[in-house]
């Protein structure tokens, strides 16, 4: 199940302004240095791939890690208020991550909570290390309950930063699929018939075109989303946590907007409750309906929330979206 905010734009305007970015933040503390494609090998002489990306006009950056079976892909974006880097993610073992980054004595921190299937938590502190302009170090430390870092490192190894050829073999390399024991996001779209939402989607509305794109990613694990209308483009993660039974959503625009929600089956069709928060920290909850025509047409409500909460009885828009064909390959 996927996001859809095309009709974002009347739903949570609001100017951005000169709110500062990401990109302004990893700037003035010096951190470029971390954007890359990077590559280790540990001691038992397993491959870690590790990379970080700018997007949505470094608005955000995209993170992956493979190592053998184990593969995470998270979004890093800063909080409406300018103050605090933070991340949301998911794994192919049917762990949610969630954390901050913060300059540390030590290097760039990233404090983090990894949530398994089962529910149980966990909390690390990763420090990253600049060595030259090709080589970083990343240095795994225990957190225990109080909040209180270890003295001394569970792990620590010396990545290179990769040549783009190589990063490009990567990306394109393809996901193991396994069995798990627990529910996914991908069998919940499957087990209430939601599979013709993957895919490209495109409506018009006057003059404005919306084009749209979901996957799933993490053997299904989590899906993506991709949006662009104009000069704004969008993108989501949207992740099942198993021990909560909950479908939860986070994404960002190039506004600057933060968009965090979660989802559920409605009467009318799949219902999903969202809350944007604009760059001036000011924000506003919307309900999005889905409603499956055919398999190549889709109808999106979208209905402002009113001050107690429940949606308002009728919709302020409406678009239906068409979906995209696969072009068609030369014979």
Known sequence: MLLIVAMLVAACVAPAGAQQTLGD?????????????????????QKVEYRLDWALDKHVVFNDIRMGDFTYEGMIMLAPDGMEASDVGADNQGGTWKGTWSEDSLGLAHRVERTGADGEANKLDIIHSRVDADTITIALYGVDSSGSRSSEPMGKLTYKRQTAKAAEKVAAAAETSRSTDYQKLGDLVSE???????????????????????????????????MKTGDLTYRGMIMYVPARQEIVHVGLDNMGRVWKGTWEQGDAGLVHKVECTRPDGTSQKVQFVYIKGDNDVLKVREYPVEANGSPASTPRTELTFKRQKPAAKDK
């Open 25 to 45: 933040l990893v700037a003035d503390g010096g951190y470029d240095w971390v954007i890359g494609k990077w590559v280790t090998t540990t001691e038992e002489g």
């Open 192 to 226: 209430g018939g939601y599979e013709w939402l993957i895919g490209k989607w495109v409506a018009t509305d006057d003059s404005r075109t919306y084009e749209l794109e979901h996957k799933a990613i993490l053997d299904g694990h989590a899906g993506l989303m991709d």
